[in-house]
């Protein structure tokens, strides 16, 4: 059997502060501003910056972000800073296109505004301890002074070659003689630069929203795309109340719709009914179980969640323990459900969803000295977004508006104004109503069962954080070019258990042995004496640093 608590580094333990982030230059520069006195969430602003620019396949100012607060006082806030279709893009606006679909790139995949920036400002205005401006020093300089590209970066970037040769300007930024650079060359992005020094000096609405920032952003998105410079102008972020279950003697807090945390917390309740611990980690019985109780979180998930400004979403029953307690009777131990299960409650007259829920993600946590937690998580959808860099600007247009259905009887069906399905969750757990554990991952339909492998193994395994996060994974789900939804595992899972769960009917699917589609998961334990245990993911480039 795997040794499931090995691990290729220690936890980060400090005292003052901690930043765990998918890339360690994020990481420093996080901690360099809780080391000067700013807050988490100034902290998490400045890592936030320093990924669009150092991890921009899967980060940057032109897409959206979410985020989970707690101060430590039973109060855990939230801000959802996700962006709605322009008031221009219709369905008639795209079949006048001939458009059967939403396409996945180019300009007319930019339809959505982009919200991470507000994000950055409505957490700032309430929780920040420093000056706006010096939290993008970091991530100026290294866009327009450089920075060295890593090994993962470069692969991206082998992978995406056709992607980013179709805009002369993404090439030029990103290729080198029309292929991936070698790890280790430096990428300059001074359009960037100078479009993160207009956001520094004149705060996030007149340098972003509000001034001629935005007019060249949707200019040079192209004409394809029904955004407009009113769409960024007329958007604002906004506090929303998280979700939350109980597991065991914690309380799990994530984001409500238009995001998949519902499907997070369904996936814990339904555990919470079952003796986790009796099964083993790394068992066939852990694997299957979890996988099962995936397949029934999504069929609700895929019924219900859109923007919840146009749906009636039950959320109270489908979070309820005795809803969960009759989905769980669903679960047998010995036979696998169909990928596809019925969900248990269905909104009157609109379609499920049925296309892939992909995307590539950066999430952060960060814990500071007076013991303020973020749990923060931003992403352009896929990586490279819309595959375009608008105009001069530096920034990539997130495609997230892609995956609007066509189709008016859809749950997600594009309507202007509307936000549409997210996979981006942060969360968080809560002991005694202050917090105990902030937690991510990036990775699509992998994020809730990512998250829930790290709680069940930190709470029913005591895992410290870096070995729940180095553990073996699995992702029930389509990877990308799949057809159809598989359960794929880590290759470190041993070929015993693989055997047992093709025997229960489980339509198993082998990954590497360290499977960066399995995400990159970061997480934060805060000890009652004080002192912090921070984790990040060998999958990524990540790094947890505190002091």
């Known amino acids: 059997m795997y040794d499931q608590t090995r691990t290729g580094r220690p936890p980060t333990r400090a005292q003052h502060g901690l930043v765990t982030s998918p890339h360690y230059l994020a990481s420093s520069t996080g901690t360099d501003i809780l080391r000067n006195g700013g807050s988490a969430v100034d902290a998490a602003i400045a890592t936030n910056a320093t990924l669009c620019v150092v991890y921009p396949h899967m980060a940057g100012l032109g897409g959206d972000g979410f985020w989970l607060i707690a101060d430590g006082d039973d109060d855990v806030e939230g801000i959802n800073a996700s962006g709605p279709a322009g008031q221009q893009a219709t369905r008639s606006y795209y079949e006048e296109l001939g458009y059967d679909e939403i396409p996945e790139r180019g300009s007319a995949s930019a339809l959505t505004v982009p919200g991470a920036v507000d994000g950055w400002r409505l957490a700032h205005e309430k929780h920040g301890n420093l000056p706006w401006e010096r939290l993008f020093e970091d991530a100026i300089t290294h866009a327009r002074d450089g920075f060295a590209m890593t090994a993962d970066f470069t692969r991206w970037i082998s992978l995406d070659v056709d992607v980013l040769s179709e805009q002369s300007t993404t090439a030029e930024t990103f290729l080198t003689d029309e292929s991936a650079p070698e790890t280790g060359t430096l990428l300059r992005q001074p359009a960037l630069a100078d479009s993160l020094e207009l956001i520094a000096q004149q705060g996030p609405r007149e340098g972003f929203y509000e001034g001629p920032l935005a007019e060249a952003f949707c200019e040079g998105i192209g004409e394809e795309s029904p955004l407009m410079a009113t769409d960024l102008s007329q958007y604002h972020a906004e506090w929303v109340e998280p ?20 499907a997070a917390l369904q996936i814990l309740g339904l555990l919470d009914g079952f003796d986790v611990d009796s099964w083993g980690d790394g068992t066939a019985d852990y694997y299957h179980h979890m996988a099962e109780a995936v397949k029934i979180a999504f069929a609700d998930r895929d019924a219900w969640v859109t923007d919840p400004e146009t749906v009636d979403m039950p959320v109270e029953q489908l979070l309820s323990a005795s809803y969960l307690d009759e989905r769980r009777t669903l679960i047998e131990p010995d036979s696998s459900l169909p990928a596809a299960v019925e ?5 009157d007259g609109v379609t499920p969803q049925t296309q892939d829920p992909g995307g590539d993600t950066c999430y952060l946590s960060v814990v500071d000295s007076d013991g303020l937690a973020v749990s923060m ?39 202007p104004g509307k936000r549409t399905f997210h996979t981006l969750i942060p969360s968080m757990l809560t002991r005694d109503g202050k917090p105990w ?31 729940a996060i180095e553990a073996p994974r699995w992702l029930f789900g389509r990877t990308w070019g799949d057809e159809s939804r598989s359960l794929s595992l880590e290759g470190r899972i041993p070929d015993g258990v693989v055997t047992e769960l093709q025997r229960r009917g489980q339509p198993v699917a082998m990954a590497r042995r360290f499977d960066d589609t399995m995400g990159h998961a970061a997480a934060i334990r805060l000890h009652e004496d004080g002192t912090l245990e921070g984790g990040a993911d060998p999958r990524g480039d990540g790094a947890a640093i505190g002091y």
């Open 437 to 467: 554990l902030v937690y991510g991952t990036m990775g699509g339909e992998g994020q809730p069962q990512t998250q829930a492998a790290l709680v069940s193994r930190i709470v029913d395994f005591g895992y410290d954080v870096q070995q």
């Open 377 to 415: 998580i931003q992403s352009i959808y896929f990586d490279f977004g819309s595959g375009m860099i608008a105009g001069d600007t530096g920034i990539i247009p997130q495609n997230r508006g892609s995956f609007f259905s066509l189709d008016a009887d859809h749950i997600n069906s594009l309507e």
């Open 243 to 262: 979700l939350s279950v109980d597991y065991r003697n914690v309380t799990i807090h994530s984001f409500p719709p238009n995001t998949q945390g519902i």
């Open 343 to 347: 969900p248990g409650l269905t909104p």
